[in-house]
């Protein structure tokens, strides 16, 4: 079977395809999956080195944009229609998934004009405009949150949750739950994270909580993803404050990071969601408050209804509330080890499997 999966961007919308397509594999090792991206996301560097083909068309999103590049934009379109038609000719897929950026409205559409089998996975609480226009005219929708569904047709929707990287998934198998004695003389393990590149205002707020958090009535290890602008001034930081650290760039095994920790503050992206709820780790959520329809706040809430969660909003945000907050979790271990049974709840390490299960019976469907 020949599937072909469009997404690009950001690591939200990447990994997630990347671990469709390799359940795609383990489910059937003959079968061919070729990726469609743009050539500056994510995508373009990290599809290939997981050893999947990639076509690369010029698409860009309108929002943002000044006028001037809103045209540039709209008078290119005619050019990615026709990489798309070509791509999509050349290939021959039996089915094509969008897994959300800019690249998957042309090659879905083109595809659903082309006869071809199509789905769509939206990750967020909030469907995002593309989404929901595709919803319409593609045969699959796959949603990671229940609560979702009543964005798209009812007879479309399958809840299958978001798909998780396979080493993440076997490695969760593998964690323990979580045990805090808050005795003051165990180590807390606080893990911080921004997505790739960091995040500046979680980042911020940490920084300025740092002599704070030295002054904890119990022994702290930290280990923070800063991404690359601030890994030295952190660094700094926490040396200056004496507590244990680890400043990274980039983190590149999560199962470790996750499996160690006993509290996580992120933003509230679904990709991280998935992965604290297959660990089962408690966290704060800072949504990036600049997101889409503020759908990295919806999906803070529905964590934090949950019981797994607190969140945090940007504007809330400062190293002393940051602080506060931490001291009173983690001198609350009983409320700590709830938060990671309700994270658990939540997990759909099966996402991925699925997916693919219901991408196999749609092909196979008479229209």
Same mark, same amino acid.
């Given at each position: 079977?020949?599937?072909?999966?469009?997404?690009? #961007?950001?690591?939200?919308?990447?990994?997630?395809? *990347?671990?469709?397509?390799?359940? @795609?594999? =383990?489910? =059937?090792?003959?079968?061919? @999956?070729?990726? $469609?991206?743009?050539?500056?996301?994510?995508? !373009?560097?990290?599809?290939?080195?997981?050893?999947?083909?990639?076509?690369?068309?010029?698409?860009?999103?309108?929002?943002? *944009?000044?006028?001037?590049?809103?045209?540039?934009?709209?008078? #290119?379109?005619?050019?990615?229609?026709?990489?798309? @038609?070509?791509?999509?000719?050349?290939?021959?897929?039996?089915? $094509?998934?969008?897994? #959300?950026?800019?690249?998957?409205?042309?090659?879905?559409?083109?595809?659903?004009?082309?006869?071809?089998?199509?789905?769509?996975?939206?990750?967020?609480? @909030?469907?995002?405009?593309?989404?929901?226009?595709?919803?319409?005219?593609?045969?699959?929708?796959?949603?990671?949150?229940?609560?979702?569904?009543?964005?798209?047709?009812?007879?479309?929707?399958?809840?299958?949750?978001?798909? $998780?990287?396979?080493?993440?998934?076997?490695?969760?198998?593998?964690?323990?739950?979580?045990?805090?004695?808050?005795?003051?003389?165990?180590?807390?393990?606080?893990?911080?994270?921004?997505? /790739?590149?960091?995040?500046?205002?979680?980042?911020?707020?940490?920084?300025?909580?740092?002599? *704070?958090?030295?002054?904890?009535?119990?022994?702290?290890?930290?280990?923070?993803?800063?991404?690359?602008?601030?890994?030295?001034?952190?660094?700094?930081?926490?040396?200056?404050?004496?507590?244990?650290?680890?400043?990274?760039?980039?983190?590149?095994?999560?199962?470790?990071?996750?499996?160690?920790?006993?509290? $996580?503050?992120?933003?509230?992206?679904?990709? /991280?969601?998935?992965?604290?709820?297959?660990?089962?780790?408690?966290?704060? *959520?800072?949504?990036?408050?600049?997101?889409? =329809?503020?759908?990295?706040?919806?999906?803070?809430?529905?964590?934090?209804?949950?019981?797994? !969660?607190?969140?945090?909003?940007?504007?809330?945000?400062?190293?002393?509330?940051?602080?506060?907050?931490?001291?009173?979790?983690?001198?609350?271990?009983?409320?700590?080890?709830?938060?990671?049974?309700?994270?658990?709840?939540?997990?759909?390490?099966?996402?991925?499997?699925?997916?693919?299960?219901?991408?196999?019976?749609?092909?196979?469907?008479?229209?």
């Amino acid at each position: 079977m020949r599937w072909l999966i469009a997404a690009g #961007g950001t690591g939200g919308h990447v990994f997630p395809a *990347l671990s469709l397509a390799q359940a @795609v594999q =383990d489910s =059937d090792p003959q079968a061919k @999956v070729l990726f $469609v991206g743009t050539h500056r996301g994510l995508e !373009s560097r990290v599809v290939p080195a997981q050893g999947f083909d990639l076509k690369r068309i010029p698409a860009r999103g309108l929002v943002g *944009l000044n006028w001037k590049a809103r045209l540039q934009t709209l008078l #290119g379109l005619p050019w990615v229609l026709t990489r798309c @038609v070509g791509i999509l000719a050349g290939f021959r897929p039996q089915l $094509v998934v969008g897994m #959300g950026g800019y690249v998957a409205g042309p090659v879905v559409l083109l595809a659903f004009l082309m006869g071809i089998p199509t789905a769509v996975a939206e990750q967020n609480a @909030v469907a995002g405009r593309t989404n929901r226009i595709l919803g319409r005219i593609v045969r699959r929708v796959f949603l990671a949150f229940q609560e979702t569904e009543a964005q798209f047709p009812p007879n479309k929707v399958r809840v299958t949750g978001n798909p $998780v990287r396979k080493q993440l998934v076997e490695a969760a198998k593998e964690c323990p739950p979580l045990k805090w004695g808050a005795s003051g003389k165990e180590e807390f393990r606080l893990l911080i994270f921004g997505g /790739s590149q960091g995040a500046r205002g979680i980042n911020l707020a940490v920084k300025e909580a740092i002599p *704070l958090l030295a002054r904890l009535p119990f022994p702290l290890v930290v280990f923070h993803q800063a991404g690359q602008a601030q890994v030295q001034e952190l660094g700094r930081a926490y040396e200056e404050s004496g507590i244990p650290h680890e400043v990274v760039e980039f983190i590149e095994h999560m199962e470790f990071a996750y499996s160690r920790a006993h509290l $996580v503050i992120c933003r509230a992206g679904a990709s /991280s969601l998935a992965e604290l709820a297959l660990f089962g780790r408690p966290s704060i *959520l800072v949504p990036f408050p600049y997101a889409a =329809d503020e759908h990295q706040k919806r999906n803070a809430l529905l964590f934090q209804e949950a019981g797994a !969660s607190v969140m945090l909003e940007q504007g809330e945000l400062s190293g002393a509330s940051l602080a506060a907050l931490v001291e009173r979790l983690a001198t609350e271990p009983h409320r700590l080890e709830q938060m990671g049974r309700a994270a658990r709840s939540l997990a759909r390490p099966r996402a991925a499997q699925a997916m693919v299960e219901e991408c196999m019976a749609l092909v196979g469907e008479k229209r």
